[in-house]
C-alpha cells in the first residue's frame, strides 16, 4: 500500500466516513449514482481533509504559523515597545545618570556689572547628593554635599536592610524595577495571546477548508441526483415538481459552495494578514481528533497567578497602599542635613534640619490611606477571582465538550448511513427526492453540530494552553 493511501486513510473523521458511506452504497448498487458518488469521494482522499487550499502551496502547520505570525500583532508589538521603554527608564533611574550641568549669568559691557554662575549636580543615591558651584568672575567656588531622609519610610525596613535604607539606594530605583517587571509580564501575556489569535485563526481556517469541501462534494452529488431525476422524468416515474425540487436542490448546493469558498477566502486572508504574506492556497495540516488530558485546575490557576499583569499590578498597589498607611499612622520627621566648603579659603558650613507635619490635614491624609487600602484589597481579590472563576469555567466547559464528543460523532455516524440508505433507495425508486432530501438534512445538522463542537473544543483547549508549562 502507497504511503499516499496510508495518509488518506488517516484524514479528517467526517470525511473518512463519507468514504464509508460511499463504499457502503458501491456494495449495494452498481448504478450511475452510487458509482459518481464512489469515483468524486475517492478522488478527494487523495489530500485528506483541512489540507487542501483552494490552489497548492506552502505546507504549515499550527506551531510553525504560530511562531511565524505572532510577532506581527499590533498587541505583541506594542507590548514590545513599551518593555524595551521600561528598561531604558530602569537604566536611567540611577541616581549618578542624573549628574547634571547648569550655566547662568548675567553679562554686560560693564565687567563690574556681570556675574556668572556654573554649577554640577551629582546625585549619589536617593538620599545623598553633592554639588560644585564656581563664579568664574571672583575665582570663588564651593563644595556641597546635602542628605535628605524621611523617617517614616522606615517603618517597614527590615533591621538588616536598615543601614542601606539610611544611606539610600545608589541602584535602579524600587518604582523602574516594579515598571520593568509589569512591562515583562504584559509582553509575556501579549505573545501568549498574540500566539492564541494565531491558533484560533488556524482552527476557523481549518473549519472552512473543510465546509468548502464538503461543498463541492455535495454538489457533485446534488448533480448526479438531478441527472438521475431528468432520467426518471422522460421516462414518467417522477412529476415535474419532484424534478424542480432536483433542480432546486442543485442551485442550494452551488449557493452553499460559493458561500463556503470565501469564507475559507477571508479565512485566509485573517491568517496572511497576521502572518505578514499571502496565505492564499496555503496547504495546512489538520488536527487530529481530540484525545488530550485535561490540566489540573490549580495547578492552571496557581500558573496564571504567577503570570497575571492584573494580578501584579494590584498586589504592587495594595502593598503601597499598605506602606502609606503606616507611614500616615506615625509622626516622624523628614530629617535634612548639610555640609558646604568654601574654595579657597576653606570656610566651612554645617546645617542641620528636621520637619514635622502635625496638621489637621494629617488625620484626612491618615482616612484616605485606610480607604485606599480597603479598595485596593477589593481590586486585589477581584483580579484572583477573575482568574480562578475564568480557568475553572473554562476546564468545565472542556471536559462537557470533550464527553459531547462521542454524542456528535455517533450522530453524525448514524446520519451517513441514513443518508446512504437514502441515497440506494432513491435509485432504486423506493423513496421520493423529499424522503433524499430529509436524509440529507439530517446529515448536514450532524456534519454542522459536530463541525460546531469540533472547533469550540479546540478552541478552548488552546486558550488554556498559554497556562500549561
Not at 449514482?33 to 475517492?42: S, Y
Not at 504549515?60 to 521600561?86: L, Q
Not at 484560533?200 to 463541492?216: C, G, T
Request: charged fraction near 25%; glycine fraction near 6%.
Amino acid at each position: 500500500m502507497s504511503s499516499a493511501l496510508v495518509k488518506a486513510q488517516a484524514a479528517y473523521l467526517g470525511e473518512g466516513k463519507v468514504i464509508e458511506l460511499v463504499s457502503y452504497i458501491a456494495s449495494k448498487r452498481s448504478g450511475v449514482l452510487a458509482g459518481a458518488v464512489a469515483v468524486l469521494v475517492m478522488a478527494l482522499t487523495l489530500c485528506p481533509a483541512g489540507m487542501r487550499g483552494l490552489a497548492a502551496g506552502t505546507e504549515w502547520d499550527m506551531d510553525g504559523f504560530v511562531e511565524a505570525a505572532y510577532k506581527n500583532s499590533d498587541s505583541y508589538i506594542k507590548a514590545t515597545k513599551e518593555y524595551d521603554g521600561a528598561r531604558l527608564s530602569r537604566t536611567f533611574s540611577v541616581p549618578i545618570l542624573g549628574t547634571g550641568l547648569s550655566v547662568s549669568g548675567n553679562w554686560s559691557f560693564a565687567a563690574a556689572t556681570s556675574s556668572a554662575s556654573i554649577s554640577l549636580r551629582l546625585p549619589l543615591t536617593s538620599s545623598i547628593s553633592a554639588s560644585l558651584s564656581y563664579n568664574p568672575y571672583d575665582s570663588k567656588a564651593s563644595f556641597k554635599a546635602s542628605y535628605s531622609k524621611d523617617l517614616s519610610t522606615a517603618a517597614d525596613i527590615p533591621y538588616e536592610g536598615f543601614f542601606s535604607w539610611l544611606v539610600g539606594n545608589a541602584g535602579y530605583s524600587a518604582d523602574a524595577e516594579y515598571e520593568l517587571k509589569l512591562a515583562k509580564l504584559k509582553l509575556n501575556e501579549a505573545a501568549a495571546d498574540a500566539k492564541n489569535e494565531a491558533r484560533l485563526l488556524y482552527i476557523n481556517a481549518l473549519k472552512a477548508i473543510k465546509s468548502r469541501q464538503y461543498a463541492e462534494k455535495e454538489l457533485e452529488i446534488s448533480q448526479t441526483e438531478l441527472d438521475i431525476a431528468k432520467r426518471k422524468f422522460e421516462l414518467g416515474l417522477i412529476s415535474g415538481s419532484e424534478l424542480g425540487s432536483s433542480e432546486l436542490a442543485l442551485l442550494d448546493a452551488q449557493l452553499t459552495l460559493k458561500k463556503a469558498q470565501q469564507s475559507e477566502k477571508w479565512a485566509m486572508a485573517d491568517m496572511g494578514d497576521l502572518a505578514g504574506r499571502d496565505m492564499a492556497g496555503a496547504v495546512l495540516k489538520d488536527l487530529p481528533e481530540f484525545d488530550r488530558q485535561l490540566p489540573d485546575a490549580w495547578t492552571l490557576i496557581d500558573r496564571a497567578l504567577v503570570t497575571s499583569s492584573a494580578v501584579a499590578k494590584a498586589e504592587a498597589e495594595l502593598a503601597k497602599a499598605g506602606r502609606d498607611l503606616l507611614e500616615a499612622k506615625l509622626t516622624l520627621p523628614t530629617l535634612q542635613a548639610g555640609v558646604q566648603v568654601a574654595i579657597p579659603d576653606a570656610a566651612t558650613t554645617v546645617s542641620v534640619g528636621a520637619s514635622w507635619d502635625i496638621s489637621g490635614a494629617k488625620y484626612q491624609q491618615l482616612v484616605k490611606a485606610e480607604i485606599a487600602v480597603d479598595d485596593k484589597q477589593k481590586a486585589y481579590d477581584k483580579a484572583v477571582k477573575n482568574i480562578r472563576d475564568g480557568i475553572t469555567k473554562a476546564l468545565e466547559n472542556l471536559d462537557i465538550e470533550s464527553a459531547y464528543m462521542y454524542k456528535w460523532k455517533a450522530q453524525l455516524t448514524k446520519a451517513e448511513e441514513d443518508y446512504a440508505k437514502a441515497l440506494s433507495d432513491y435509485e432504486d425508486g423506493k423513496v421520493l427526492s423529499v424522503g433524499l432530501e430529509a436524509a440529507k438534512l439530517s446529515f448536514a445538522e450532524a456534519r454542522d453540530s459536530y463541525m460546531y463542537h469540533w472547533n469550540t473544543l479546540w478552541e478552548i483547549w488552546y486558550s488554556l494552553s498559554k497556562y500549561m508549562i
